[in-house]
């Protein structure tokens, strides 16, 4: 059994600054890719950053030069580093894991966690 524990939401103004976290545990072999996705009050749920157990890492274009992704191999942890934050990030954060156990690969959530951008 896999789990992945989120924490870092919260409420800031624009321009202010979150760190998310994500930390897996249970039976993992190795986590091939984490990442965070969000997903604002009716819209899709939408990829934000990933990063790879190589240290590869992608960002949506909205992302990009505002937010770093990183993560932590050994502690099985990811971060979400958000600065100069807007509005239009306001969403439910959720952590993503391809995590491969002794016997399968399976895709894993977190249970989300809000942030809320106040203009």
């Known amino acids: 059994h896999v789990q992945l524990v989120e924490s870092g939401g919260g409420l800031v103004q624009a321009g202010g600054s979150l760190r998310l976290s994500c930390a897996a545990s249970?039976?993992?072999?190795?986590?091939?890719?984490m990442g965070w996705y969000r997903q604002a009050p009716g819209k899709q749920r939408e990829l934000v950053a990933a990063?790879?157990?190589?240290?590869?890492?992608n960002y949506a274009d909205s992302a990009k030069g505002r937010f770093t992704i990183s993560r932590d191999n050994a502690e099985n942890t990811v971060y979400l580093q958000m600065n100069s934050l807007k509005p239009e990030d306001t969403a439910v954060y959720y952590c993503?894991?391809?995590?491969?156990?002794?016997?399968?690969?399976?895709?894993?959530w977190g249970q989300g966690t809000q942030v809320t951008v106040s203009s």
């Open positions: 990063i790879t157990d190589g240290g590869r890492s």
């Open positions: 993503n894991a391809d995590i491969l156990s002794s016997s399968s690969r399976h895709d894993y």
């Open positions: 249970g039976r993992i072999f190795a986590i091939i890719a």
